[in-house]
């Protein structure tokens, strides 16, 4: 009978057991274990709470006779601490009012005293299943809650393209992918689109940057620590590789990590297991690697501060996201989507941006590629009126259409002049496909149409 609710070992769930009678707490735990349960016991609310804190509880199971602080009273400071706890209350017979009060203070069930061992142990697993089903949802809400930076990812340049077909072959893998490429190309855009085209992405996408973080806490956050370990490690902490368990860790500029740690994130990967800070045992992960840089790692090796072997490790797959001033006919498609983001911000109606700022624009390098692009067109937003022109950007934008656009003889081209440049420009960049032209320009095909045949000739 006892078997068939039994849990497997490599789902091992811990059960806090808060009683203060010692025998009742010894056959609670000789009844939980040999069901499979960790179980960690507690014989005073205050305990409990210590216990709590200090271990990844997924069920709490407390009398609510105590001496002292009640189960009641327990059950509320738990609640405050995390909202999702799941507790169950064991009371006699005789207090099933108090049971009920309990239910309606947010515990998950109540046991009465005495009990079956059938019944406690059913009770223990639906708690257990639910707590798994709570934890799934948060992932689930926080993972969809990103979901809306894929539109970012926006262009239908050949360039990007690329990148894309790589991110649909590899995404269903589970082999290291590193990601290159100058700051604010994407970088970590182009990683979550790995992690939610691949088979774990109903599991977490865990991300950390390594140069913002000080060696010593880095590991931490890596690899965990146990409690004592460390000033301030007042409980264990599982770290970033095992708390992606089944999902994915994407490990940013990946480039400015110590050499001491490199050693170390060799190691990890190549056993699949990591030693938490203050401990002597690996413990096992199961996360998919993903790493990026704006470094060009192979001269870093030459330079010899990054490790050759940890370079091979970490690009089994390499994936290079172009520059901004490499795939320009993205640009237009860009603006408009950050100008509907500023809209939406703002509470307020999308502005059209004029052909001339749209022409400094593209002409414009962007040095801080798509994030710069983003930021000024959300100032430029703020700071127009009815539309975006070109004093409504950075100076430096316009002045460097100004130069660009002159022509030979250091005279400026007339506004039409730039336009039909500019629409020869985008046509010849798409094989002439005027549909795919029209909706770079964000015109319709009636319009673009109308232009062509205006500067028929010219």
Excluded at 300 to 306: D, K, Y
Excluded at 338 to 366: C, G, H, I
Aim: glycine share 6%; proline share 4%; hydrophobic share 40%.
């Amino acid at each position: 009978m006892l078997s068939e609710i039994a849990v497997p070992d490599s789902t091992k769930q811990t059960v806090l057991v808060v009683e203060d009678e010692e025998l009742m707490r010894t056959i609670l735990r000789q009844l939980l274990e040999d069901a499979g349960y960790r179980v960690v016991t507690a014989d005073s609310a205050e305990s409990a709470i210590d216990a709590y804190s200090a271990n990844e509880v997924s069920v709490t199971l407390t009398d609510i006779k105590m001496p002292g602080r009640d189960g009641l009273s327990l059950l509320d400071q738990i609640k405050s601490i995390d909202e999702e706890a799941v507790v169950i209350v064991m009371t006699a017979f005789s207090s099933i009012d108090t049971a009920i009060a309990s239910l309606r203070k947010g515990a998950y069930d109540y046991v009465t005293k005495p009990f079956v061992n059938e019944d406690m142990l059913q009770t223990v697993k639906n708690a257990v299943t639910q707590r798994k089903l709570f934890h799934e949802n948060r992932v689930l809400r926080r993972e969809l809650s990103r979901q809306f930076t894929f539109a970012e990812i926006v262009g239908t340049s050949e360039p990007l393209r690329d990148v894309f077909a790589i991110v649909n072959k590899v995404a269903a893998t589970d082999a290291n992918v590193l990601i290159q490429g100058e700051s604010g190309t994407g970088k970590e855009l182009i990683a979550r689109s790995i992690h939610f085209n691949s088979d774990r992405s109903d599991d977490p996408f865990l991300a950390i940057n390594c140069g913002a973080l000080p060696e010593s806490l880095l590991e931490s956050e890596l690899f965990g620590h146990t409690k004592g370990a460390f000033t301030g490690a007042v409980t264990d902490k599982k770290g970033h590789f095992r708390s992606a368990s089944g999902g994915t860790l994407f490990l940013d500029e990946i480039g400015e990590m110590p050499l001491p740690l490199q050693v170390k994130l060799l190691r990890a990967l190549q056993e699949h297991e990591v030693t938490p800070v203050g401990s002597s045992r690996a413990e096992p992960f199961d996360a998919r690697l993903l790493a990026a840089t704006n470094k060009d790692l192979a001269a870093e090796v030459e330079a010899g501060r990054f490790r050759e072997d940890l370079f091979y490790r970490l690009n089994v797959i390499e994936i290079v996201v172009p520059p901004l001033r490499e795939r320009r006919e993205d640009i237009p498609l860009l603006v408009k989507h950050f100008v509907a983001n500023s809209a939406r911000r703002q509470s307020a109606p999308e502005k059209p941006v004029t052909q001339e700022a749209m022409l400094a624009l593209v002409n414009y390098d962007w040095p801080g590629n798509v994030r710069e692009l983003e930021n000024s067109i959300e100032r430029a937003f703020i700071l127009s009126t009815d539309t975006i022109g070109i004093d409504d950007l950075p100076a430096k934008i316009g002045q460097n259409v100004s130069v660009n656009m002159r022509d030979g003889d250091g005279l400026r081209p007339t506004l039409d002049e730039m336009e039909r440049r500019y629409l020869t420009e985008v046509l010849a960049s798409v094989d002439d496909d005027k549909s795919r032209a029209a909706e770079i320009l964000g015109i319709d095909l009636s319009t673009l149409y109308r232009k062509l045949k205006r500067y028929e000739g010219s």
